[in-house]
């Protein structure tokens, strides 16, 4: 058995829920009445039949996100997520370079990092190496002025957690944005670069082992065999071509308001809503979540 769960970014109407019952039917699916959720925002529909084959004839159903997956694993065991773009608003080394003068040309690389053209770890060193000099307290600074934690983000988190699930913020951003983050968040555990700092200064340099995307599924890996979970009952969400292994790697791979590489190497994606969608998607009421 499968379900689709379908999330609004605005209100979900009847006519919404009818297009996408008709869309299942006509694709050779007998789906099942569907069940509120939340009302006006998300609904489940289950079935039998191909997974793939509904999530192609539920794709572009206006502004609403609809995830697809086997009924009996859908609330996951653990979460493993990317940082920058995806558990907050903004890219952090590309608004660290605003505070040395050079966002334009850190942005440049970062973005065609993520969209999977150039080599990580090597554009990671490129820009940093351009950040050599940049007061130590900047980092710090550009936190407080320009971190912002994406909607949804600490309820997905906390309320996974307080349900018993392992949390991992995996990032191929720095431990000086990442730690407060993961901490405001309340992830259990946060692996991400370390900046080399001396005299107060960036040194321009950031320690290897670098955390890439080999990394990234390494951590969901390894958190599954730590916590003895089965990998069906792991998700992972990203935004970026460096997510991609860890996405293919997870039971329910989430593309979040990605890039087209992540996005096609995604079990799902969310397109128009925020995190919370993703507490839908396991089956959870918006009257069971957590967030403090």
């Known amino acids: 058995m499968w379900v689709a769960t379908l999330v609004a970014s605005e209100a979900l109407g009847q006519g919404d829920i009818s297009e996408a019952t008709d869309r299942l039917a006509q694709a050779g699916f007998a789906p099942q009445t569907p069940i509120e959720l939340e009302p006006g925002k998300a609904i489940d529909i289950a079935f039998n039949g191909d997974g793939g084959v509904a999530r192609t004839a539920l794709a572009n159903l206006g502004t609403i996100d609809s995830i697809v997956q ?48 150039l080599d990580f770890a090597e554009a990671l060193r490129a820009r940093v190496a351009l950040l050599a000099g940049l007061d130590e307290a900047m980092i710090d600074r550009c936190r407080v002025e320009r971190v912002r934690i994406m909607p949804g983000a600490k309820a997905l988190v906390q309320t996974m957690a307080a349900r018993g ?30 900046l ?50 860890m996405i293919e790697a997870s ?42």
């Open 70 to 117: 086997p009924l009996a694993h859908r609330e996951k065991k653990l979460l493993v997520a990317d940082m920058d773009s995806t558990m907050i608003t903004i890219e952090c080394i590309d608004e660290l370079a605003d505070y040395a003068g050079i966002k334009p040309q850190i942005a440049e690389v970062t973005e065609r990092a993520m969209r999977g053209e």
């Open 165 to 194: 699930a392992a949390t991992v913020l995996v990032s191929g951003g720095f431990t000086r944005f990442a730690d407060p983050v993961g901490r405001e968040i309340g992830f259990g555990r946060v692996v991400a670069n370390v």
């Open 196 to 245: 080399d700092i001396a005299a107060g200064q960036l040194d321009g340099t950031v320690q290897s082992p670098i955390v890439d995307a080999a990394r990234k599924r390494a951590e969901l890996e390894e958190a599954c065999i730590r916590h003895s979970i089965d990998r069906a009952l792991s998700m992972a969400v990203g935004d970026g071509a460096n997510d991609i292994p």
């Open 251 to 292: 039971g329910l791979g989430v593309a979040y308001h990605a890039k087209e590489k992540a996005r096609a190497a995604a079990d799902a994606e969310i397109r128009h809503g925020d995190l919370s969608v993703l507490l839908y998607a396991q089956g959870i009421r918006r009257k069971d979540w957590i967030e403090s």
